[in-house]
């Protein structure tokens, strides 16, 4: 379901992930008896949802946590794969849109940060490759990372796309939309339009370059420790 | 605790930061030393599995990937999951690795990167020999996973044991082959359930002892005989009785408990063994009987295979039961199976043939090398056979006796009545003789008047003339 999108063209496309496989992101984040599982990843809508229960059960007695996570793990990917679901039907208007996507995470000792540019109306793009080539790039051993990039890169995609749906939705009329579109994330469109014309190069300034460049850390387990500490107290 | 910690900061800000501080640091193990040979077991029907290739067993499994219906999924993404998950748990072959913990390293949906490591796992390609029970068994595991990374024959020192066929683990027997190094549960062996090109002979049988795991003290036999009266059937709550043995074993012990400390008393004692042998094995009165069949005939012993055919479901089982039981328990089985045959078959008085049958089967059974108390109460089952029989006798002639005299009284009775009509129609005939003879006077009055009176006329006649 691929629509060839022209720069200039703004006919609505059938909402999906703007990758090239059509993949959700689900988070779990659930507490029940004092034991919390926090999880992240991918998974595909068109599998069917006998595989939500499976999945459950799968994890549950991998991670030997108590039978009641099965529901609770299983409702949640149920309830967003549902939403994601009900977004599917609805058009969307992506028009030439690049989003900036920041990465900050940590993954067992290794912390990474990065910023970059992505183009929103590249139905072909891949988060799985990008991070596939930026752990190989930045030599990275950790196999958890990569896996761990994808899934926040599929993350912020997700998320602007659906809030670019609901925005279509809330104003009606294509002058609306069109405003909205400049409203939100436009920004960078307009910039990108800036950046093309005759009096500025596409190269970036030297003085953003910090702004743009990965950082990959090796912690040590106190300041994993350390952070893990603060984390919790953030969300307690 | 299952505390994994990534922090979700609201969503105003674009910042997201997952973490799972579950795996060990990002240390490169060191290679392993030489005392441990770098052998990773592979089960023979998995042979066809290179790193190089991807063979028509994997496109015929997992479709999803070849068939170009997604475009992330093609066959390099396929080969990317399916070799990290080799290679992940061939660093470390004695451990099981969990779907979780791949998923986690890999970079894709989870839904077909659970389907690639079932498939791995289904074709013993990783988790080979790992064992699926609890952690406690795994340091076992790996003391003798290690010493049968040696040598093939050393299959026997694992304590527990996957089969290839079915892939559930063998517990009270299995059948090896060295040939092929294959091991099949029992199930599996009756069923022919292994690869073509391996016979029923290549296999012999290994027994995998129960009772040394645990030892039942006089106090926890206690517990089950009285679990068992009071929950009768229901194994789990009679599991949860005893305190430290788990269903099957108490299930095994209560079958080698000898018979006569269970029952009160013989009726109860055949119906109980009935019960006994229909709960466990779940079983139709079917497959008791076909069970004598089966074990009755010696010659048959060590041939079970004509026994399995799988056109035959109960046949099959029976098979199998046997097998898993052993011999000697079978054919003891077999005997008491056979008496509470007789006793039932007697209650419901069927015809002769049944006795015929039962005749010959108890008698093929007493022709074998039969237990005293087989044998005790076999006789004096029969004495009794023939005192009800002779009471029956007599019954029934007494009966007939009774039926014939009715018969006579019946006979008389109409004679009587006959008597009666013949008496009351010689009356009749009397009376009508009499009136014949009445009428016979009347008329030879008549005829002599009538002469007198006709000689009158002519005399007058004459008169007148002259």
Known sequence: ???????????????????????VPIRLDIETEGQRYKDAFTWNPSDPDSEVVVFAKRTVRDLKLPPQFITQIAQSIQTQLTEFRSYEGQDMYTAEKIVPIKLDLRVNHTLIKDHFLWDLNNYESDPEEFARTFCNDMGIEDPEVGPAVAFAIREQLYESVASAREIKISKKGRRGAEHAISSKGGGNALDLMKLFRYNSSVVRKRKEWYVYEPIVDILSNEEVDALEAREDRNTR | MAAKSPVKEPPGTSAVNPTTPLAPPPVKPELPSSSEPDVVNVPSYSRWFSFDSISECEVKFLPEFFDSRSPSKNPRVYRYYRDSIVKHYRENPSRKITFTDVRRTLVGDVGSIRRVFDFLETWGLINYFASVKTLKWEDKE??????????????????KRLCNGCKTLCTIACFACDKYDLTLCARCYVRGNHRVGVSSSDFRRVEISEEARSDWTEKETLQLLEAIMHFGDDWRKVAQHVSGKSEKDCITHFIKLPFGQEFVCKESDSEDVDNKFFSINNPSDAVSESENVGATSPSKRMRLTPLADASNPIMAQAAFLSALAGVEIAEVAARAAVTTLSDVDDRASKGSLMRNTRQQEAEVASNGDATQNALARASVDASSLIEKEELDVEKAISGIVEVQMKEIQDKIIRFESLDLQMEEEWKQLEQVKNLLFVDQLSVLFHKSNARKNGDRTEENVKTDVS
Request: aromatic share 2%; proline share 7%.
């Open chain 2, 142 to 159: 790996t003391k003798s996973s290690a010493a049968s990374a040696e040598s093939s024959s050393a299959l026997k020192e694992t304590s």
């Open chain 1, 1 to 23: 379901m691929k629509l060839p999108a022209t720069s200039s063209s703004k006919a609505p496309v059938k909402f999906r992930m703007p990758t090239e496989d059509n993949l």
